[in-house]
């Protein structure tokens, strides 16, 4: 079945740095890539999305890129804010088989104001 | 707000004892996931429905656990026997079967004692 690692596992950044949080995962059939924001006590929020035909997806402040070839993606947040402060965890599925998200073990991220 | 309701949001059980949750999922969405999200981790696939049939189900889910969606609209899913393991986050997330984005309910918090 399908693997996801994801690193760091905490981040803190000063508020106004970028933050990068990447993620690896093991099935070559993967297709498609969210990313989901989980604060405290409340269930987790997808961000942005990226599907295995694009290489990179920006919106605002949020990019995610995938390398497929290498198995990896990543998400960008530039000009952090103390309200980006919470657990991001990243995920995989294939689309055509269900759809069902294996999920990364989640980054802490903390911005200090 | 996703739009996805779960109930009840807590619930504190002794083991041994029997327990239901319930999911409503955004209307009109034909699939239905449970997830389960222990402290620090990643939410885990253990089951999803498509209209009113359940498609796959992981290996999570121990014959203690059984899941319904009786008229492809809510689903419940119940725990027998509840033991001290069983304690997590029960997250409930639905999608339209030819979209790739799930959208999460606030979870149902299990405490076994």
């Known amino acids: 079945g399908e693997n996801v690692e994801q690193h760091p596992s905490t981040l803190s950044v000063q508020e106004g740095d970028s933050a990068v949080i990447k993620c690896t995962y093991s099935?070559?059939?993967?297709?498609?890539f969210p990313w989901y924001k989980q604060e405290l006590g409340k269930g987790p929020q997808l961000i942005i999305d990226?599907?295995?035909?694009?290489g990179e997806k920006k919106d605002q402040r949020i990019a995610v890129t995938l390398n497929k070839t290498a198995k990896h993606f990543s998400l960008h947040i530039t000009e952090t804010q103390p309200e980006d402060s919470a657990v991001y965890f990243c995920?995989?599925?294939?689309?055509?088989?269900?759809?069902?998200?294996?999920f990364g073990g989640g980054t802490r991220l903390m911005v200090k104001p | 707000d996703t739009g996805v309701s779960q109930d009840p949001r807590h619930k504190i059980t002794k083991r041994g004892q029997n327990v239901t949750f319930r999911c409503d999922p955004i209307?009109?969405?034909?699939?239905l996931y449970w997830y389960r999200q222990t402290l620090g981790q990643g939410p885990e696939f253990l089951t999803y429905?498509?209209?009113?049939?359940?498609?796959?189900k992981s290996r999570l889910l121990s014959d203690r656990f059984s899941a319904e969606r009786p008229k492809g609209s809510f689903s419940t899913l119940e725990i027998q026997r509840t033991e001290q393991g069983d304690s997590a986050m029960y997250l409930c997330?639905?999608?339209?079967?030819?979209?790739?984005?799930?959208?999460f309910g606030p979870g149902t918090r299990l405490l076994v004692l």
């Open positions: 990226i599907r295995s035909n694009v």
């Open positions: 429905f498509q209209n009113e049939a359940q498609l796959e």
């Open positions: 099935d070559s059939a993967s297709n498609y």
């Open positions: 995920a995989a599925s294939h689309f055509n088989a269900g759809n069902m998200l294996t």
């Open positions: 997330a639905s999608s339209f079967a030819k979209q790739e984005t799930q959208y």
């Open positions: 209307s009109e969405h034909n699939r």
